[in-house]
């Protein structure tokens, strides 16, 4: 197959798909299913004035009517909500007088989670090559600084010599077979466990329950008190209310009942009432991974952050057989906590060759920075020694 067996369109809407063609190459893909990307779109949460404007690209086989390869993707004005960070060129690009934005970016907005961004059962080098050729004439056709794939699986290659390949460290947790959370905290060092335990026996002390909801138990009660906390969190660390809309936690909840759960904290005596909590954290769940997404709180409470994002997501993981823990991005306290450092990667590709050649050259420094950085994480983690 050659690339002139293939044509492409550009949609603004995932429901400009049929679902089921959509599924079917999606297939166990979380993030980057039907019902998350659409959830986002009804929601109002991507699109609008949020400067991430739906513009998936969508490939098919030439003279056929079912779509063979799905890059989701979005008309960026801004980089927020990315977690692969290129502020510095976008201000190198301002104080040459030169536009950044629009840019065009394949990513799970606000949810810096590995995945699959190219959506197809069979790809091909043919068909990398012909997606390269079809964003290179977009670029240059629509004024777009650039376009970029961030947080793609390790298996998902792209041509290296196209492609800028730039390096990140998240940190996630693994299960080694534990028992229970007893057995993981045998395999730490003494003095981690002792912290940890301490950690937790200080939120058990301070007069909180928690307590853990699922499908018919999250109500839209539930989900209003879960938005309030995740607002009001957002407020205090950003001054704005969050990217993501009420509805988009309904539409969530509604859509993917069997992949979402809520973990909560209550006051003693309230627990009775499910929508009473005080903070709460949102986890996701696809066949072997654990996802910690958006918390929030109304009140403060030593510890409390830590043991509804972190232990009780080890502990839930453990007792469902899951093999890692993915608690989302940055945070190097996770080390302590038994959360191990993991390389992410993205694509970038630039217009304007002269700084397509500074960001390259810029890239390669950073990529030995990282493998620095990873070894001092590596040297940090509390597992006793084997």
Known sequence: MTSHDFEHRFIDAVAKVP?????????????????????????????????????HLVIY?????????????????????????????????????????????SAVP???????????????????QYILTVLNDAASQHSWSGFHINFPHNNEDWPAEQLMKRHGVQFHWHNRNYADFDAFLVSLKARKRKMIKKERAQVNHSNLQIRWLHKAQIT?????????????????????????????????????????????????????????????SLYLIDENTLYG??????????????????????????????????????????LLRGFEPVYTHSYHTLVHPLFKQAVAEFIHTERAQLAQYYQQCQALLPFKEQ
Do not use: M
Request: with cysteine; charged share 15%; glycine share 8%.
């Open 19 to 55: 679902k089921s063609d959509w599924q079917q190459l999606a297939g166990t893909a979380l993030f980057t299913s039907y019902e998350w990307l659409d959830a986002l779109e009804q929601s109002r949460s991507v699109g609008g004035h949020s400067g991430w404007q739906p513009h």
């Open 61 to 105: 086989q030439t003279g056929k009517a079912r779509p063979i390869a799905i890059l989701p993707g979005y008309l960026k004005s801004h980089s927020y909500g990315e977690y692969v960070f290129d502020w510095a060129w976008a201000e190198a690009y301002e104080r040459h007088n030169i536009t950044y934005y629009p840019k065009w970016l």
């Open 110 to 128: 606000f949810t810096p989670v590995v995945g699959s961004r190219l959506l197809c059962q069979t790809p091909t080098d043919t068909l990398h």
């Open 220 to 280: 839209p009660e539930v989900i209003a008190q879960f938005y309030l906390c995740y607002c009001q969190t957002y407020r205090k660390r950003s001054g704005h209310n969050g990217y993501l809309t009420q509805q988009f936690f309904t539409l969530l909840f509604a859509n993917l009942p069997d992949n979402t759960a809520l973990c909560c904290a209550y006051r003693a005596n309230h627990q009775h009432d499910p929508s009473a909590f005080i903070a709460a």
């Open 293 to 334: 997404r958006y918390w929030g709180a109304l009140e403060e409470s030593e510890h409390l952050h830590f043991e509804l994002c972190y232990y009780q997501g080890i502990e839930y993981a453990i007792f469902q057989g899951l093999q890692r823990f993915d608690a989302g991005a940055q945070g190097e306290h996770k």
